[in-house]
């Protein structure tokens, strides 16, 4: 069997599990990690992550836990007697492929069960536009299912049977925040260049956003954090002290059509808010990475995703 051609099969049985094993592509590496953490996981704790995080009911005994490592197929397999679920992961927002989706979906159709379901483990944020589309597009199949929201949940306390496993688990708990948290964003904060130069002005800006006279927002330069799929612009204005705008951007591209701002973010249809006090600058500043955002020189600010979520006082739900 070539090497393409591999696949594990995890059963509940810790001497079948091997968490730090090698794969080609860093993806199947953390499906590894999770995967293996919840073949070795007491029965109903397993069926828990599934009923707490997709909504699941899982009856029966898990029969196979398959990571696969061949082209075309999906990340991982679980199955039991009458269902199927597959997993597909990403550690990138913005990166699933629409052909291979279906292509999965093909495949999916054809295993036994009554149930089946292909899960998108992805740190897109599953509210955006670009995840909302996929699911309303492929429903019921299509589940997405946030890296954010595994981290929380492999985190909460652990009891019982669990305890064992608390090692492995801190450690693959610290490669995902050190791989997938720090470097997936969710968008831009840019200040708000007041006055002639780039025919925005404080009194009057927020009235035609209402009048829905903004479809884009014109920048000096490409920000690349904005050139992705269900990223959000944030403008930060410096007279009302608090972020003003916020709005998910369909399409960063060149027009130069404004000298001085020859960049265009359009924007997606019915995503813009807009409020004088949306997020105040006293909850930016508590943001990890955003105490000095006043005093700091740049125009604009890379977010993540976390402190996306803190900026807008989400709870880890």
Known sequence: MSTAQKKSSLNHSPSN??????????????????????SVSPLRYTRAFFKDLLRLELDGAFETFVLREIPGHADAQLCGSNWCIWFETKIVCGNLSRPQLR??????????????????LTPDDSKSNYIREIR?????????LEWRKVY??????????????????????DQIKDRISKQDYAGVIQ????????????????????????????TPREYKKLNGTGRKLLLYDKCREAITVEVEIAKVEETKQEKDFPWRNTFVRDTLQFDEKLIPLKRIVKVPGFENFVSARAPYRN???EQYRLLKGLSAD
């Open 152 to 173: 929380d949940y492999l985190e909460r306390p652990i009891s019982g049977g669990m305890k064992p496993l608390s090692p492995i688990l801190r450690h693959f708990l």
């Open 17 to 38: 599990v091997n968490i730090f094993r090698h794969y080609s592509q860093e993806e199947n590496r953390f499906t590894n990690g999770l995967i293996s953490i919840l």
């Open 303 to 305: 977010v993540t995703h």
């Open 103 to 120: 292509r999965h979906l093909k495949r999916l159709r054809n295993c036994r069960g009554r149930m089946k379901r292909l899960v998108l």
């Open 136 to 144: 309303s597009k492929y429903k019921p199949m299509v589940l997405p």
């Open 191 to 218: 200040k708000i260049n007041f006055g002639d130069w780039s025919d925005v002005h404080s009194d009057t800006y927020l009235e035609e956003m209402k009048k829905g006279e903004w479809k884009w927002w014109n």
